[in-house]
């Protein structure tokens, strides 16, 4: 069965310096509760791009290390990106990240579709991964409210788009 989380952030900064942080996948311990054993095990670039590939360990489970690959298969900078799972503890994973200037800064939009694993099983661990996900997003809300945007902020004028050739 395909499940949904959706949340949705302001940002108090502008939509260059929101992308910047976001489009650089360094930043992603950054956001992601400890308890996750979140780690990043493949070679990264600053900046992301379409095509590009992520290989990260998790723990979804107490004492359950799993290694989880994403892709970037959508990109529409500084809007919108999509990861998607090639290979990881979900039978199916989708999430869709858009940035919108609103009044007060960036609209923050993340989507999440995803599928859980093993049948019946899964359907029975489902409450608990629906839990663990909304626990994730509580953090990872938490910790962009406690950054200092301000000192990140990027003049509209020097950023400069990466398209997938310069990556």
């Known amino acids: 069965?395909?499940?949904?989380?959706?949340?949705?952030?302001?940002?108090?900064?502008?939509?260059?310096?929101?992308?910047?942080?976001?489009?650089?996948p360094h930043n992603l311990p950054a956001i992601?509760?400890?308890?996750?054993?979140?780690?990043?095990?493949s070679p990264l670039p600053r900046r992301m791009h379409g095509g590009m590939i992520a290989?990260?360990?998790?723990?979804?489970?107490?004492?359950?290390?799993?290694?989880?690959?994403?892709?970037?298969?959508h990109l529409d900078?500084?809007?919108?990106?999509?990861?998607?799972q090639r290979f990881g503890p979900y039978?199916?994973?989708?999430?869709?990240?858009?940035?919108?200037?609103?009044?007060?800064?960036?609209?923050m939009r993340d989507q999440v579709s995803y599928i859980i694993p093993y049948g019946v099983a899964g359907a029975l661990a489902t409450p608990y991964?629906?839990?663990?996900l909304r626990e994730i997003f509580a953090f990872r809300y938490a910790a962009l409210e406690k950054?200092?945007?301000?000192?990140?902020?990027i003049s509209p004028k020097s950023f400069k788009p990466t398209y997938s050739d310069e990556a």
Not at 32 to 41: A, E, H, K, N, R
Not at 61 to 72: D, R, S
Not at 129 to 132: G, I, P, S, T
Request: negative net charge.
């Open 1 to 24: 069965m395909l499940h949904t989380l959706e949340r949705t952030q302001l940002l108090p900064t502008n939509l260059e310096t929101a992308w910047a942080f976001f489009s650089d």
């Open 32 to 41: 992601t509760p400890p308890w996750l054993g979140f780690s990043v095990i």
């Open 55 to 73: 290989q990260y360990t998790v723990r979804p489970f107490p004492l359950a290390t799993v290694t989880w690959v994403t892709e970037i298969t």
């Open 77 to 84: 900078e500084p809007h919108f990106f999509v990861d998607e």
């Open 91 to 107: 039978r199916f994973w989708h999430h869709q990240h858009h940035f919108r200037e609103v009044s007060g800064g960036i609209e």
């Open 129 to 132: 991964v629906r839990c663990k």
């Open 147 to 153: 950054m200092n945007w301000e000192a990140m902020t």
